[in-house]
């Protein structure tokens, strides 16, 4: 005899425990809305993956509001600029001087930890190892996830179910017959590495050079984050730390030979591929997808976090006015307001990786006009401002 299934009754059923589930789950709660969170890893491995560094000022502001922003405010690196470096020269872009506007760098996994923290204090559920998410009956007035748990069937009833499991998750992937997707692959990925070694810039510095693009970024005064093109069938194995830190000095070198790069233990590397992805709509029934779920952007705008977190900014506001009036106009509304912005990121991050990319293939002229384009966007006033609006984050709009 079977053991029964576990039922369980909420509000909203959020799936995923990244920034956009969490987030999500936070503001759902200081608003008094019930919500499960259901991850199908551990608490450990979520709290460990590498991944995004730079949060636009809005996240930053928003975490803030949520209270969960005090070692953010204590620990992260605000910064007022950003190096674009090419044909061996440096180009300061002052977002502070031009759109009065700042970033900061703080590890993706660190939002993670507060949100988990903050989770748990709260004494809502999460439930982390919940094996083989199913999600049923979505344009019911109770859908359903099915999950295991030690062993135990369960199924959780819902008002609601916000589908925030990301790129590979189940729940776009349950209501794909119902989508339009939108896809770019590049030629090209981004092999990263983490090293022990003091940043040798105050700022980011965006490299576009003959050999291909570079990124110095950081994670701390001790950690330096590092990227650089290289092909997207790239083996790691390929890639000894003395052949990365090789192409890292010839990227970065400028005209002058004065600028040097401080290398050191490398403590991790992977390689990113690079796509652009949009689902339409990102919603189906009493289903919402949000953040990499329903869209993904190059990392070269540094995007994708920030994106998934205004995702469920919105989410949490359209859940809230159901709740408090049974409006749903912002519920009917979620995905063309996501959407809107969700296509001005993508062009922002489509930009960015085309204007500092070597493009395989790429005729003579497409590189002269390249550096033009860049030479034009360091020196133009009004280019550069819309690269720091951008690049700062878009106002939150509804
Ligand atoms: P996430 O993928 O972060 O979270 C989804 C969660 O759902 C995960 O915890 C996953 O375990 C869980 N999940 C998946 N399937 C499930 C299931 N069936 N059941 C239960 N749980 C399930 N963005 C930047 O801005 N800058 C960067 O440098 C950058 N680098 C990146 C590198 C890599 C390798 C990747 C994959 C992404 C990178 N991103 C970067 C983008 C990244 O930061 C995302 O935009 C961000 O994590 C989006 O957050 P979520 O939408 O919450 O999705
Ligand atoms: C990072 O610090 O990981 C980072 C910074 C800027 C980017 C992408 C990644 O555009």
Redesign the pocket.
């Known amino acids: 005899m079977a053991d029964p299934i576990k039922v369980g009754r909420t509000q909203v059923g959020i799936?995923?425990?990244?920034?956009?589930?969490l987030i999500l789950a936070h503001l759902l709660h200081l608003e008094g809305i019930d919500s499960v969170v259901?991850?199908?890893?551990t608490r450990k491995y979520?709290e460990e993956r590498v991944?995004?560094?730079?949060l636009e000022q809005g996240t930053v502001e928003l975490l803030a509001d949520m209270g969960v922003g005090d070692r953010l405010k204590r620990e992260g690196l605000v910064h007022h600029g950003v190096e674009f470096r090419f044909n061996g020269q440096g180009h300061h872009i002052d977002f502070q001087a031009l759109v009065g506007r700042s970033i900061t760098i703080y590890a993706?996994q660190e939002v993670v930890k507060d949100l988990v923290a903050a989770r748990l204090a709260s004494g809502a559920p999460i439930v982390f190892e919940?094996a083989d998410?199913t999600v049923h009956e979505l344009t019911s007035k109770s859908p359903k996830i099915r999950y295991r748990k030690d062993g135990v069937e369960h199924e959780l009833v819902c008002d609601f179910i916000a589908g925030?499991?990301?790129?590979?998750?189940?729940c776009r992937a349950s209501i794909e017959k119902s989508l339009t997707m939108y896809e770019r692959t590049y030629p090209f990925a981004w092999l990263g590495i983490l090293a022990q070694a003091p940043p040798s810039s105050h700022e980011l510095i965006y490299a576009n050079h003959e050999l291909g693009f570079a990124l110095l970024s950081m994670r701390s005064p001790e950690i330096s984050r590092l990227y650089i093109q290289c092909d997207p069938d790239e083996d790691i194995a390929n890639w000894p730390d003395a052949r990365i830190w090789e192409q890292l000095h010839l990227r970065f070198a400028t005209r002058d030979g004065k600028w040097k790069l401080t290398e050191g233990p490398v403590i991790q590397k992977?390689i990113?591929e690079m796509r652009s992805f949009v689902a339409d709509p990102m919603q189906y029934g009493r289903l919402f997808l949000?953040?990499?779920?329903a869209h993904?952007v190059p990392?070269t705008g540094?995007?994708?976090?920030?994106?998934?977190a205004t995702d469920a900014r919105v989410l949490a506001r359209a859940l809230a006015n159901f709740y408090s009036s049974g409006n749903t106009d912002l519920m009917d509304r979620y995905s063309q307001i996501c959407l809107r912005r969700c296509w001005k990121v993508q062009h922002f991050s489509w930009w960015m990786t085309s204007m500092l990319h070597r493009i395989p293939g790429e005729s003579a002229f497409d590189r002269q006009r390249q550096l033009a384009e860049l030479d034009y966007v360091t020196s133009s006033r009004a280019a550069s401002t819309a690269l720091a609006e951008h690049y700062t984050g878009l106002p939150f709009t509804i």
């Open positions: 799936v995923g425990a990244g920034p956009a589930g259901l991850e199908m890893r979520i991944r995004a560094g730079v993706q919940a998410v925030c499991d990301g790129f590979h998750g189940v992977n990113a949000a953040g990499d779920a993904i990392p540094a995007k994708g976090l920030n994106l998934a």
